[in-house]
């Protein structure tokens, strides 16, 4: 079972932050076109430089703590839900302390 602790870390991540969407009504979620337009640039530029780091020799993964299912160049799947997870939990968060302030976030 220590192959999925990278994902029972992501996983405790999420369960930490999803109950934020219903509960607050952040709406993070239901704005899915937003969201990604918001993580998916920024998950792209760290995929490229693990992948740099990895073929430099720079960066590796504890093999016994991934699940071993790897993408191109070596980087770990665990790695890119990595980039997509914690970004999500943290606008989550984000959104979370700005409605219970009720600050407008400028979009309006």
Request: aromatic share 10%.
């Given at each position: 079972?220590?192959?999925?602790?990278y994902?029972?870390?992501?996983?405790?991540c999420?369960a930490?932050?999803?109950?934020?969407?219903?509960?607050?009504?952040?709406?993070v979620?239901?704005?899915?076109?937003r969201?990604?337009?918001?993580?998916?640039p920024?998950?792209?530029?760290?995929?490229?430089?693990?992948?740099a780091?990895?073929?430099?020799?720079?960066?590796?993964?504890?093999a016994?703590?991934?699940?071993?299912?790897?993408?191109?160049?070596?980087?770990?799947?665990?790695?890119?839900?990595?980039?997509?997870?914690?970004?999500v939990?943290?606008?989550?968060?984000?959104?979370?302390?700005?409605?219970?302030?009720?600050?407008?976030?400028?979009?309006?």
């Amino acid at each position: 079972m220590r192959h999925l602790t990278y994902l029972a870390v992501l996983a405790g991540c999420l369960a930490g932050a999803l109950w934020l969407e219903p509960f607050l009504r952040v709406n993070v979620l239901r704005r899915g076109r937003r969201l990604a337009l918001t993580v998916l640039p920024v998950a792209a530029v760290f995929v490229l430089w693990d992948l740099a780091a990895i073929a430099a020799g720079h960066w590796h993964f504890d093999a016994s703590q991934i699940t071993g299912i790897f993408l191109g160049g070596g980087l770990p799947l665990d790695e890119v839900l990595f980039f997509l997870v914690v970004p999500v939990c943290a606008i989550l968060g984000f959104e979370a302390v700005r409605a219970v302030l009720r600050r407008p976030a400028g979009d309006e």
